[in-house]
């Protein structure tokens, strides 16, 4: 039996190119005493442990002063402009410190990876040891959904889109409970320190992905330590887009370092990826399942990412560099499949939301881009710009990378896939003004590893090569990216923290509105735009989602007219409130371009009014109610049906049939194509269900069509 299965297993390795295989280990050189030549590298080490010892203590000893007086007289350029100069210090010494362990000739892992940790720990675990309270507003609404799904074990898709992909929450609360996390001030540490654990698990998958490039130990670290430093999106707090890039980065990688199709040398110029290890059909079957899984788990998580990882993997099929090639049909199958059928209270509603910026790429970049920089404080201007500009300095190094390598003799094909296919994005719709930052976000693990390769673009697998870098200035190069992008991610990462950081006066105002909603609360928020800008900057929607509702109401120029503010709550009718909070006051000084002392005469003038009275008055937040409640009963909370909620017809029945036998076959295929070897021709059962999967696929199609077509 074990001999039948390595007669099966031996021609795997055969099929590998001989250029692509591992060179033989060179001999161990002789014992000889220790010289001080051998005490030089132990020598070299010392020097980064201290670098790495000072910044830290630089960074983190300041850090405790920081007191909620020194957090409230943040401005324009947010957490940055409040933060001691021993900070920076420390920040540009650690990078120092990475930079000084890219010199020596063999790589110093412990402390290589000790500074990339330290590093990732100190940029991202600021606001948790410095803030009261869990940072951003959209992190307490999630927290809601986990709070509504713990209360009726059920979603709601008519309350929120989110519902209708709920992987993540669903997730989310099925390990809280298992761990035992249902305290409500548990979960508020769990989200504080969402973002950094984020981070540091990312850094896992970026050091796989890495290892599938054909390059030196520098190039693979100095890439990881690039996408430490450039990942300022935002996008790591509590969050089904979190989760789910996890998922990509993971996905990413076991495509690249795995599925690989065979490459060999052409025109003189080498692949600039590495041939993928020798493994067994077995192995590889559960390569693949576990890929499969990724998809699968991030499908009914979020929007976006599953659609990223489809063009990426389909554009690797195209351009001949992944073995896997029935996984884009299969993949795009479970995508559409779960957004027409599963996620229907969605796209049923918001038809022309979801497929109207299709084709509109100018409008859709514009809306990103320059979109969100009009208007607003100059100095908070800066922080956007200086997004932008970020994102287009790790854009061009990633260009200039490939360049260096086409010029150094390889030929890069899945990096740039993985850089410049989110692109495309921009062709699909503006995803609520945010697409840019989402394409660089899915872009930045193959741009950052690019970016490496713009300094050290060989190999060092030749004698000239490693000579060549013993001489090179690259590591100097490299240390002056590392402290342009060091100082880039403190000013851009937290330059909106004036409006992004969570008060504690806006959490106790917002226990009290939730005290009060019986049966329903209708609360007003000041918005410059409440057609488009419909998200406050308060700790909302963290209780009793169906409960209350939110109403943007237009926030007056002129702070002395408030009657229209009171107007509103009337209209509302009974149980209605106005909350005025100070991290949206602050957004609308600085993103909306507000006066300075808006916030203050706004609250004198209300507290001058005859008919309104305050009902909560602290520090940080103010809550009014008219003096005469209006007339009338409360209306009931209405979730609606909890959901899936799917419309069934009989050529929707059908389709769905279909589609879920067509995903059967076309997985199967894929892994009987896996126990062949890589140029054997397709068998007969492989070649059989392909052509048993092509009505299957007529037939959903066309159901999908008929669907669409009747329920838009």
Not at 63 to 69: H, I, K, R, S
Not at 439 to 465: D, I, N, Q, W, Y
């Amino acid at each position: 039996m074990s001999g039948g299965t390595a007669a099966r297993e031996k021609p795997a390795a055969e099929h590998r190119p001989a250029w692509a295989k591992d060179p033989a280990p060179e001999a161990p050189p002789p014992t000889a005493p220790v010289t001080s030549a051998r005490r030089r590298p132990r020598l070299r080490a010392v020097v980064p442990a201290v670098l790495l010892a000072a910044g830290l203590a630089l960074y983190w000893l300041p850090v405790p002063g920081l007191d909620e007086a020194a957090l409230d007289a943040m401005g324009g350029l947010g957490l940055v402009g409040v933060l001691p100069w021993p900070v920076f210090a420390g920040a540009a010494l650690l990078v120092v410190a990475f930079a000084a362990l890219l010199w020596p000739s063999r790589p110093q892992r412990l402390l290589l990876g000790l500074v990339l940790v330290a590093t990732v720990v100190s940029l991202h675990a600021l606001p948790a040891v410095v803030e009261e309270q869990p940072r951003f507003a959209t992190a307490w609404q999630h927290l809601g959904f986990l709070e509504y799904l713990d209360r009726t074990g059920g979603s709601a898709p008519a309350l929120d889109a989110r519902w209708s992909w709920p992987g993540f929450f669903a997730t989310a609360a099925f390990v809280l409970r298992a761990c035992g996390v249902t305290d409500p001030a548990e979960l508020a540490e769990v989200v504080r320190w969402w973002p950094l654990a984020v981070n540091l698990l990312a850094l896992v998958p970026l050091a796989l992905l890495a290892r599938s490039v054909r390059a030196g130990w520098r190039a693979r670290w100095c890439g990881v330590w690039f996408f430490a430093l450039s990942s300022w999106v935002g996008q790591d707090y509590f969050s089904p887009q979190s989760f789910t890039y996890l998922l990509y980065l993971a996905f990413a990688a076991l495509l690249l370092r795995w599925f690989l199709a065979p490459s060999a040398p052409s025109g003189g110029m080498l692949p600039g990826a590495e041939a993928p290890p020798d493994a067994p059909p077995g192995r590889r079957a559960v390569l693949l399942g576990v890929a499969l899984a990724l998809f699968a788990a991030a499908v009914p998580a979020h929007q976006l990412t599953p659609f990223v990882m489809l063009g990426v993997v389909t554009v690797l099929v195209v351009l001949g560099r992944c073995a896997l090639r029935g996984l884009p049909l299969l993949l795009g199958v479970v995508a559409v499949g779960w957004v027409c059928f599963l996620a229907e209270p969605y796209w049923s509603g918001h038809f022309d939301e979801l497929f109207g910026g299709i084709g509109g790429l100018g409008a859709n970049v514009t809306s990103s881009v320059s979109g969100r920089i009009e208007g607003g404080s100059a100095t908070h201007q800066l922080v956007l710009y200086s997004r932008v500009a970020l994102a287009g300095l790790v854009m061009a190094l990633a260009c200039w990378g490939w360049w260096r390598r086409r010029e150094a003799g390889y030929r890069e094909r899945a990096l740039p896939v993985l850089a410049f296919v989110p692109a495309a994005g921009f062709a699909l719709q503006a995803y609520g003004g945010e697409m840019a930052l989402r394409v660089f976000l899915f872009a930045l693990p193959g741009a950052a590893l690019l970016a490496a390769l713009a300094f050290f673009p060989r190999a060092g697998t030749s004698e000239r090569e490693r000579a060549w870098d013993r001489v090179s200035l690259a590591p100097l190069a490299a240390l002056l990216a590392g402290l342009v992008l060091v100082g880039g991610f403190l000013v851009v990462r937290w330059g909106n923290e004036a409006f992004e950081r969570v008060r504690p006066g806006e959490v106790a105002a917002m226990e009290w509105v939730y005290a009060h909603a019986d049966p329903t609360v209708r609360l007003l928020w000041l918005s410059e735009d409440p057609e488009e800008s419909v998200t406050p900057a308060l700790p909302w929607g963290s209780r009793a989602m169906e409960r209350v509702r939110y109403v943007p109401t237009e926030a007056p120029r002129d702070p002395v007219l408030a009657g229209p503010l009171a107007e509103a709550l009337r209209e509302a009718g009974p149980v209605s409130y106005l909350i005025v909070g100070r991290g949206q006051s602050a957004y609308l000084e600085l993103d909306a371009g507000y006066s300075t002392s808006w916030e203050r005469r706004l609250l004198a003038t209300l507290d001058a009014r005859d008919d309104l009275v305050p009902v909560v008055r602290n520090a940080d937040a103010a809550v009014y109610a008219l003096r005469e409640a209006p007339p009338g009963t409360p209306e009931a909370a209405t979730p609606g049906p909890p959901g899936p909620t799917v419309t069934w017809s009989p050529w929707s029945v059908l389709g769905a049939l279909s589609a879920g036998l067509l995903v059967l076959l076309l997985g199967t295929r894929e892994f009987l194509r896996l126990r062949a070897a890589p140029d054997a021709p397709p068998s007969p059962a492989v070649r059989a269900l392909f052509w048993f999967a092509v009505p299957l696929l007529l037939v959903t199609v066309s159901a999908l069509v008929h669907r669409f077509w009747t329920l838009a």
